[in-house]
């Protein structure tokens, strides 16, 4: 069967680091997403990675390694605003995305 | 970035109705479009895949004759749920992308209450 798993709470420190895991087993792999999802809103698209290795946009990065099935996204000085619900997607063989359950990150002053 | 528009935002219904919810692509022609549930603490579900000009794809255990989707054109797409219960309500995305782009755009959801 097809499965995401990602941790499902964190908590954090304002202005620290926090590295959220996402590791995933699919029927065939076209790209990894990244959704921020604040409380009662739809998502918001994060990042995308289809090749190994880590991109970079701003505060946040999100790493893929295929031969793992293994992803992160690496949140840096972090502020109040991103306390939020952080989903892993991944794009199958069919072009859907097969979703995890989402990691709520709470931020503490 | 593309702009998906779901209307209405929030909706509060009498059991037994049915209720229309539309999501249109504003600057973007969209091949394919997807509805979600999501309830709660949880993560969304895909409910149905919708190509312009044909029926939709429903995802198993989601019944079609319930949540009825058109996709008359390749900027709005409908869900309607019909004859609602309360157990029905929850928070209704839908998303709509490209064949030629990867992600997919995101509308702003429905929240849907069933009195």
């Known amino acids: 069967g097809q499965n995401i798993d990602q941790p499902t709470e964190m908590t954090a420190t304002e202005g620290a680091i926090v590295q959220i895991n996402c590791t995933y087993q699919?029927?065939?792999?076209?790209?990894l997403f990244w959704y921020q999802q604040h409380a009662g809103e739809a998502p918001t698209f994060l990042s995308y990675?289809?090749l190994d290795g880590l991109e970079e946009k701003g505060r946040f990065s999100s790493f893929l390694s295929r031969s793992k099935g293994y992803s992160y996204l690496l949140l840096k000085e972090l502020q109040m605003k991103d306390s939020a619900s952080y989903l892993c997607?991944?794009?199958?063989?069919?072009?859907?995305?097969?979703w995890g359950a989402g990691t709520k990150l709470i931020i503490k002053p | 970035g593309a702009v998906v528009s779901q209307h209405p935002s929030r909706v509060i219904c009498k059991s037994g109705t049915s209720v229309k919810i539309e999501c249109r692509s504003l600057?973007?022609?969209?091949?394919?479009m997807f509805w979600y549930r999501q309830f709660p603490k949880q993560s969304l579900m895909l409910m149905a895949t919708s190509n312009e000009g044909s029926k939709a794809t429903y995802e198993q255990g989601v019944e079609k004759d319930k949540f009825l989707i058109n996709h008359a054109s390749l900027t709005l797409s409908t869900l309607t749920v019909t004859s609602a219960h309360p157990e029905d309500s929850s928070f209704y995305i839908c998303?709509?992308?490209?064949?030629?782009?990867?992600?997919?755009?995101f509308g702003q959801g429905t929240r849907l209450t069933v009195v």
């Open positions: 997607a991944v794009m199958d063989s069919n072009y859907q995305l097969i």
């Open positions: 990675n289809v």
């Open positions: 699919t029927s065939g792999f076209n790209g």
């Open positions: 998303s709509a992308k490209t064949t030629r782009d990867t992600e997919a755009f």
């Open positions: 600057d973007f022609q969209a091949t394919t």
